[in-house]
């Protein structure tokens, strides 16, 4: 959501079609041509990827929360390099970030804002996906 709108680009009628098919492609273990056929744009963003991966772990620190935060700690629960701290009942982003982008896309206040540039942007999570089914404490 950071770099897109995801409502714009998220087709979930098509995803939710395909499920069955993907969920036995993994329970297979097995590849799936569609997900890894290679195209400009996979071969782009592998690229890119690889580039950028490095540097994300102090992306993290760009986020800052916001005067509706209260506290309810759900960003540090849910963060999977438990990155975020609470200080003064604030989170605090620390050096260990992998832009999963879950604290800003979670946070049930929408009180998580990235830089300057995620202000009145649209959060997206999977509706299908209970918040507590992620949390990591
Ligand atoms: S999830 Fe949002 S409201 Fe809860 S502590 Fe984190 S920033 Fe504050
Ligand atoms: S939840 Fe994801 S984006 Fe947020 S701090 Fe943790 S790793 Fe970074």
């Avoid at 782009?44 to 309810?72: D, I, M, P, Y």
Wanted: glycine share 2%; hydrophobic share 30%; proline share 5%.
């Amino acid at each position: 959501m950071i770099t897109y709108d995801p409502e714009k680009h998220q087709d979930q009628e098509q995803t939710r079609e395909r499920l069955p098919e993907i969920v036995k492609l993994i329970q297979e273990k097995k590849e799936s041509l569609q997900e890894i056929r290679p195209s400009f744009q996979n071969k782009l963003f592998s690229f890119v990827n690889r580039g950028a991966v490095g540097q994300f772990k102090n992306f993290g620190q760009k986020f800052w929360a916001t005067e509706k935060c209260n506290q309810c700690r759900i960003c540090e629960r849910i963060c999977p390099r438990t990155n975020i701290e609470m200080k003064d009942d604030k989170p605090m982003w620390q050096h260990n970030c992998e832009l999963c982008l879950a604290c800003i896309q979670w946070c049930p206040q929408e009180a998580i804002e990235y830089k300057g540039i995620s202000q009145n942007r649209p959060r997206y999570h999977n509706a299908a996906v209970k918040v507590q089914e992620l949390l990591l404490k």
